[in-house]
């Protein structure tokens, strides 16, 4: 019997179930994160807005107060970027992107990194176990210790090797400062990483969070090479379905597949939100020749926003003189219907956004 296929739209509304996107969700704000698999955060605020996209009543606060608690914590996981991930997702998880994140440094760093690693592993790990710190001071006292290697290539051999969190601060717009104090994560957590992580774990996270997908999807997500071989191990458990282009995709047993006729509002999505980076095929979020239009060269994902539950066109925030101005750039015409309900969702987000301007506009 062959497998059933999925539409492009069933796809599409699946994901965005998944993603808290078809509706506002009402879960705390560690529950909403490890729902989501992580956050990706190279920047403090997106993921700010991209959970008041995702929940009900969220307010700046909640995020904040998730991360001084420790609930939530931003550390390097998937594809070597920052992410916001649950502490107990963190501890599970971590070890099993190490090798990911060693062949990462290793190809960026080439013959920069031919010193022994582990006496600088020990020294990191003893220094910011004092106390957190920057890794300004990080490379000035690596240096000190070991005059003769370089600098940076220390420094970056530490942020792949060795498990750190940033210290948030309450005092901060966004839960960090421009330059954030790191703390050893298993110090910072008081718990310890899992000592025999399994890669299925990881799957089966990403496909709740993710799915129905591809392995080339969940590398794609995750960085991973384990990646083929861990879902040949799960497809027993799974199901299997076809996508528009005839390629097997994977889901949970009892995941939601809402109908591809579910209405899905307009919603704002910040800069790196994992909507946009979590397939190797991303036709179900953004057509093809859309694609271009949200990266730059620099590797920067745009703000976007969705129209029907597709990216119809990126967005940005002004400020001046006391007006707060959003500003649309669609990939093509609008009906009056949608520029209604984007600026309608549009200032509930400048006023999230910039709650202490005088005024608020759409550009």
């Known amino acids: 019997m062959s497998n059933p296929s999925l539409s492009l739209r069933a796809l599409n509304r699946a994901t965005l179930a998944r993603q808290l996107l078809l509706e506002r969700s009402g879960l705390s704000v560690a529950d909403a994160v490890e729902a989501l698999a992580g956050m990706q955060a190279q920047v403090p605020k997106p993921p700010y807005i991209g959970l008041w996209s995702r929940l009900r009543a969220f307010e700046r606060a909640d995020l904040t ?26 501890v599970t998880f971590r070890p099993l992107l190490q090798e990911m994140l060693t062949k990462g440094a290793l190809s960026i760093l080439k013959d920069k990194a031919t010193f022994e690693l582990e006496p600088i592993l020990a020294d990191a790990r003893a220094f910011f176990d004092k106390q957190p710190r920057t890794f300004d001071e990080l490379r000035k006292h690596l240096v000190a210790m070991h005059p003769k290697l370089d600098e940076r290539a220390m420094g970056y051999m530490v942020r792949m090797h060795l498990p750190l969190v940033q210290v948030p601060d309450e005092a901060s717009t966004w839960g960090f400062p421009a330059n954030a104090d790191f703390a050893v994560a298993e110090t910072w957590m008081k718990k310890k990483l899992a000592r025999s992580p399994k890669a299925e774990a990881l799957a089966l996270r990403y496909l709740a969070a993710f799915g129905p997908a591809t392995a080339a999807d969940f590398q794609t997500w995750s960085g991973a090479a384990f990646a083929k071989e861990t879902f040949e191990k799960l497809k027993p458990e799974l199901q299997v379905f076809r996508d528009p282009r005839g390629k097997e995709v994977f889901d949970l047993p009892d995941a939601p597949h809402p109908d591809e006729d579910t209405p899905a509002p307009a919603r704002f999505l910040p800069e790196f939100d994992n909507l946009l980076l979590a397939h190797a095929d991303r036709t179900r979020v953004v057509a093809d020749e859309h694609r271009p239009h949200i990266g730059t060269a620099n590797l920067r994902i745009l703000a976007t926003f969705t129209v029907d539950g597709f990216v119809a066109g990126t967005w940005d925030t002004e400020k001046k003189k006391g007006v707060a101005t959003l500003k649309l750039s669609p990939f093509g015409k609008l009906s009056k219907a949608v520029k209604k309900e984007l600026a309608e969702e549009g200032e509930r987000l400048l006023r999230f956004v910039e709650p202490d301007a005088k005024s608020y506009a759409i550009g």
Request: hydrophobic content about 45%; overall charge positive.
């Open 65 to 90: 107060r998730a991360l001084v608690e420790r609930d939530v914590i931003r550390a390097t996981a998937m594809r070597g970027t920052l992410h916001l991930l649950t502490k107990a997702d963190y």
